[in-house]
């Protein structure tokens, strides 16, 4: 969960409530409030906690002073840990309105109480982020989100000329094979129950971390360092993540 340390005002905690508990993919705590619940909160929560310990030093490592792009941003909680962290500016961009208004709405509510944060957030396809940027950023966020899109090459190529220093990214649906393997599957649609990523019809990717590092170098990209969970938590969490930055 994302903790500010202050206290929201009535209208503050009336505009919380409204929003659809299926935004809040990660959710927001105050001294006395906190975001009405996503039906899956807890297994949300506990991917959210994860991930960040498995990028926690690269940020620190890279964000501070810099422009921050954040694709597949969903509400918010690695571009605030970015605008946290220092960076000079942020942009936060997702495929679903509701999770930006939440985002937004937690920005707005964060400078009505000082804190001064230049970060934004806007509703993208991201198959259209190469047409809407038209300079780079010094880092590029891509935590989670690919595995759920068709072409996660073409959405990786649109990212290399956004990219001027460092791209951190992750995937899930890891296989646990040797080569450069991909599988694709369509999936049966869990948007009612908050999933607004698992669409009936539309399909995910499953990658070996091989496979994956061909996409980057495809894209333009060359890892620096990579990370994959250890064996006692690679059933729970089969993912991979890489600190990568655009080749010459």
Request: include cysteine.
């Amino acid at each position: 969960m994302l903790a500010l340390d202050l206290d929201l005002t009535p209208t503050e905690m009336a505009e919380l409530e409204a929003v659809d508990p299926g935004a809040w993919f990660t959710g927001v705590g105050f001294r006395n409030a906190s975001t009405p619940r996503h039906p899956h909160s807890a297994v949300l929560e506990e991917n959210n906690t994860f991930k960040q310990a498995q990028v926690a030093d690269w940020l620190a490592r890279v964000v501070p002073g810099r422009r921050v792009l954040d694709t597949f941003c969903a509400n918010g909680a690695f571009s605030f840990r970015a605008a946290e962290l220092g960076a000079s500016s942020v942009v936060g961009v997702d495929f679903e309105q509701k999770r930006i208004d939440a985002a937004n709405l937690v920005a707005h509510i964060a400078r009505d109480h000082g804190i001064d944060w230049d970060i934004d957030f806007s509703q993208l396809d991201m198959y259209e982020v190469g047409r809407r940027f038209q300079e780079p950023f010094d880092v590029v966020l891509c935590l989670g989100g690919l595995y759920h899109v068709a072409d996660p090459a073409y959405i990786l190529s649109q990212l290399r000329p956004l990219t001027a220093q460092w791209l951190v990214v992750q995937t899930s649906n890891v296989l646990p094979l040797p080569g450069r393997i991909g599988r694709f599957k369509v999936r049966q649609d869990l948007t009612g129950e908050g999933l607004s990523s698992v669409r009936g019809g539309h399909g995910a990717w499953s990658f070996t971390a091989a496979c994956f590092r061909e996409m980057l170098r495809h894209a333009g990209f060359e890892v620096v360092d990579e990370r994959r969970p250890k064996l006692t938590k690679a059933l729970r969490f089969p993912w991979y993540s890489a600190l990568a930055r655009p080749l010459p």
